[in-house]
């Protein structure tokens, strides 16, 4: 099955972002693979496009995207199992993130995933979560390189099973 970028968008949407340069995945096969095992043995680890770092880290870059509005930071950080309300901070302009810094799990769920735990519905936790800036206009970078590292770390970590959470 292909992906349709644009199908569930307004035409006129749609039509104006076709003239920029993007990546089109419409002739592209979904990138599906079974998995291996049943989801109470995966270790599962959450993705998120809501731009969150540890307060020790380097922000992502925002004001980069205030001098250009079509980019966005295609870059991720990652976030230990163990991150507190005090230590996570969100960079992203393109949604309110005052009620995550309230309580990160309304958008970054690992309260969630603490309870699927004690619950045997899943097998265990990755010790490290990963986070990257969802507005992606020109999605190149994030598609061609920022994507495949970030694979390649959570195979790395030994994760069965992504939770990707959206900002």
């Not at 992502?60 to 990652?78: A, K, Q, V």
């Not at 969630?112 to 265990?124: F, T």
């Not at 694979?151 to 970590?157: H, K, N, P």
Request: hydrophobic share 40%; with cysteine; glycine share 6%.
């Amino acid at each position: 099955m292909s992906v349709n970028s644009f199908k569930f968008m307004s035409r006129t949407l749609a039509e104006s972002l076709q003239r920029w340069p993007y990546v089109d995945t419409s002739g592209e096969e979904i990138p599906w693979k079974p998995l291996a095992k049943p989801v109470a043995d995966c270790k599962v680890a959450l993705v998120s496009s809501g731009g969150f770092y540890r307060a020790v880290d380097e922000p992502f870059n925002l004001d980069r995207e205030r001098s250009e509005p079509l980019w966005g930071d295609p870059s991720f950080r990652e976030l230990p199992r163990s991150i507190t309300q005090e230590e996570i901070r969100a960079a992203h302009l393109h949604y309110e993130s005052s009620h995550a810094m309230r309580d990160f799990n309304c958008m970054f769920p690992l309260g969630a995933l603490e309870e699927l735990l004690a619950q045997g519905r899943i097998g265990s936790i990755s010790e490290t979560h990963l986070s990257f800036m969802g507005y992606q206009p020109k999605p190149r970078v994030l598609m061609q390189e920022t994507a495949p590292r970030m694979a390649e770390r959570l195979r790395g970590l030994g994760v069965d099973l992504v939770l990707l959470s959206s900002g």
